[in-house]
């Protein structure tokens, strides 16, 4: 193993991320909260011993594989959606893996499916537990099931330089796998939000995106190919630079949620490490200048790496949590003596430079003069290195903000060019207003995140107050989830561009897939899967075997 690799302390069990990282948010902020929402009561937070204790004894007989230690069985039961939070902290949680089997190698993996044969138990693949969408939850069915945690296969199995592939096994986190890469001059440049606890397995079986994927590729661009152990037998996926030998099973495995198989083993397209890095602010007068801004940008193939635009209310809010009074005054006055108003409602821009020098030099002189004549601001590179320095501490403000009283939740989509501003507009006007029947207010705030020729995925936060009881708190997150997702179908996006379907997302699929399409998958599924073991419940109903 690198050396400069430190393994990521203890896990929260009921939060994000690891135990001795806080992220207090000023006295500023809080006020900004309470002016936008109200006042609220701290969170609840329920205690490990007492849901420890609820939980039923485990179903599945003793192996040597497979632990059914019930604080393990807690610690393998949700993921991170907004429900499981809810769940977790009030200790509302009713369903548990009977038990988690962690297997070091492929043969051990094989051994848990011929274990499930012999038991009847479903089996549900398990990476960092990430999932903000219900995936790795057992789904309300009264059956065992086996969590299949692939923590233990993390190492990278062979570099293959002259072909710029390397292979890894899928258990392997963001910063593990980087680290190995790195000390043979190496990237993956996969860099998803949860890079630290999110496992190669799983951004394959849910098609992630990284914050760079304007330069390395999404993670159906790097996944070259691997191995899948399913019910009904192994899977080999050789790497071809490309193929015309049909349709292509890669494609299949991703997205596949765990609903196929097991990857065990992934080959990835990496690059050399870049010579340059970098980040730059900018400034636009409004959202819709610096989305045309971008829109020429990345319709141009100007080879950047990030474009990451901010409306104005996540502008200001960002600002404000900065808790950095001064920095903003003078931010302001540059801004001005720069050309922008007072009134403008200010829209700012992170933009992603990773290449070799040269290259680096010119790509930034084209971006900032598309830029400029779409009344863009460049304020150098200050705020760009905070954001990359703190990009992935930001989730830690999920737990910060449940003890002051408030729930957060995102939810994305991709849209065309053309569909993207209404879109938009519905999505927070339906958040904005959702909960004004029960006399609440939501604080929604959007980016634009990944940019494409013919569109861009916009990502939404929201912010509510937390009811008093864990019911009504999930009732509100389920009329605004709701609301939003019905908006952004309404509008001709997809219900996810980058989270996956899991369970959240199943009852919005068929408007997007067709019934043909789904019956297609439920066949796909049948086939690697015939007695329907494989994570029942998620991307496709759960299926009674012929
Ligand atoms: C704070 C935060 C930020 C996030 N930011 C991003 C982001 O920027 N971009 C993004 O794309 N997503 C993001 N996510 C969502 C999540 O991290 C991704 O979906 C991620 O790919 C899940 O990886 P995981 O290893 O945690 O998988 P899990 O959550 O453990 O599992 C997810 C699904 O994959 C399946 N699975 C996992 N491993 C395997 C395997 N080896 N074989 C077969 N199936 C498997 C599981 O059965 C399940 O269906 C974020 C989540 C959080 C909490």
Same mark, same amino acid.
């Given at each position: ?35 936008a929402?109200?006042s ?9 011993e ?5 939980i039923?004894?485990?179903?599945l007989p003793?192996?040597p594989?497979i632990s ?13 959606s907004l ?14 893996p009977d038990?988690?089997?962690?297997p ?11 274990f499930a ?12 537990g ?7 939850n057992?789904?309300p069915?009264?059956h ?20 710029r592939v ?9 910063p593990h ?19 630290e606890y999110?496992t190669?397995?799983g951004?394959?079986?849910t ?13 159906e661009?790097l996944?070259?190919?691997g191995?899948m152990?399913?019910?009904a037998?192994?899977?080999d996926l ?8 049909g349709?292509?099973?890669?494609q299949?495995v991703?997205?596949?949620?765990g ?9 990835v ?5 870049p010579?340059i890095e ?5 400034f ?6 610096g989305v045309?801004?971008?829109?020429e ?10 474009l990451?635009l901010?409306d ?13 009074e001064?920095m ?5 006055? !540059? @801004? =001005?003596?720069?050309? #922008? +108003? ?7 821009l992170?933009? %992603?430079? /990773? ?10 002189r ?15 590179r200050?705020?760009?290195?905070e954001?990359r320095?703190?990009?992935f501490?930001?989730?830690?403000l999920r ?12 939810l994305e989509?991709?849209?065309?060019w053309?569909?993207?501003p ?9 958040l ?16 634009v ?24 708190? !999930? @009732? =509100?997150?389920?009329? #605004? +989830?709701?609301?939003a ?5 309404a509008h %001709?996006? /997809? ?7 899991g369970?959240d ?6 408007a997007?897939?067709g019934?043909?399409?789904?019956r297609a998958?439920?066949?796909l599924?049948?086939a690697?899967?015939?007695?329907g ?10 299926h009674?075997?012929?």
């Amino acid at each position: 193993m690198d050396r400069r690799y430190r393994r990521p302390p203890l896990k929260r069990w009921n939060g994000w991320g690891s135990n001795d990282i806080d992220y207090p948010v000023p006295a500023s902020a809080l006020a900004y909260l309470v002016e936008a929402l109200g006042s609220s009561q701290p969170g609840p937070s329920a205690s490990l011993e007492t849901i420890v204790k609820r939980i039923p004894p485990s179903r599945l007989p003793d192996h040597p594989l497979i632990s059914t230690d019930p604080e393990m069985r807690l610690r393998h039961s949700r993921g991170h959606s907004l429900p499981d939070w809810i769940a977790l902290r009030f200790g509302s949680l009713d369903r548990f893996p009977d038990g988690v089997a962690r297997p070091a190698s492929e043969e051990e993996v094989k051994n848990s499916f011929a274990f499930a044969k012999e038991t009847g138990a479903w089996l549900i693949p398990y990476g960092g537990g990430t999932s903000v969408v219900g995936h790795i939850n057992p789904p309300p069915v009264d059956h065992p099931y086996l969590t299949i945690s692939l923590e233990r296969m993390r190492r990278m199995t062979k570099i293959d330089e002259t072909n710029r592939v390397a292979a890894f096994e899928a258990g392997v986190t963001g910063p593990h796998l980087e680290a190995q890469l790195r000390a043979r001059g190496y990237a993956l440049g996969h860099f998803p939000q949860s890079f630290e606890y999110s496992t190669l397995g799983g951004w394959i079986a849910t098609r992630s995106s990284g914050q760079q994927s304007l330069y390395y590729g999404r993670i159906e661009d790097l996944f070259a190919g691997g191995r899948m152990i399913s019910p009904a037998g192994v899977l080999d996926l050789p790497p071809f630079p490309a193929s015309a030998a049909g349709p292509d099973l890669r494609q299949a495995v991703l997205g596949s949620e765990g609903r196929l198989g097991i990857i065990t083993n992934a080959l990835v397209r990496v690059s050399p490490l870049p010579q340059i890095e970098r980040f730059h602010g900018l400034f636009f007068p409004s959202f819709d200048r610096g989305v045309a801004a971008i829109k020429e940008m990345a319709q141009s193939k100007l080879q950047l790496s990030m474009l990451r635009l901010s409306d104005s209310l996540e502008t200001n809010t960002s600002l404000v949590l900065t808790g950095n009074e001064r920095m903003i005054r003078m931010l302001n006055g !540059l @801004l =001005r003596v720069r050309g #922008l +108003k007072e009134r403008d409602e200010k829209c700012m821009l992170f933009l %992603g430079l /990773t290449r070799a020098r040269g290259l680096a030099r010119k790509t930034r002189r084209i971006a900032l003069d598309i830029a400029r004549e779409h009344g863009g601001v460049h304020v150098g590179r200050k705020m760009g290195s905070e954001w990359r320095r703190s990009r992935f501490k930001t989730p830690y403000l999920r737990n910060t903000l449940w003890d002051l009283g408030y729930a957060v939740d995102t939810l994305e989509t991709a849209l065309t060019w053309t569909a993207l501003p209404s879109a938009l507009d519905a999505v927070l006007k339906a958040l904005r207003e959702g909960l004004e029947d029960r006399g609440e207010r939501v604080l929604a705030f959007s980016h634009v995140s990944h940019v494409y020729a013919t569109g861009a995925s916009v990502y939404v936060t929201f912010l509510f107050r937390i009811a008093s009881g864990a019911g009504e708190t !999930l @009732l =509100r997150w389920q009329k #605004l +989830k709701t609301e939003a997702s019905r908006a952004i179908a309404a509008h %001709g996006g /997809t219900i996810s561009h980058q989270h996956g379907v899991g369970l959240d997302h199943l009852p919005w699929l068929e408007a997007e897939k067709g019934r043909l399409g789904l019956r297609a998958l439920a066949a796909l599924a049948r086939a690697f899967d015939p007695d329907g073991i494989m994570n029942p419940g998620k991307l496709i109903e759960i299926h009674k075997p012929k």
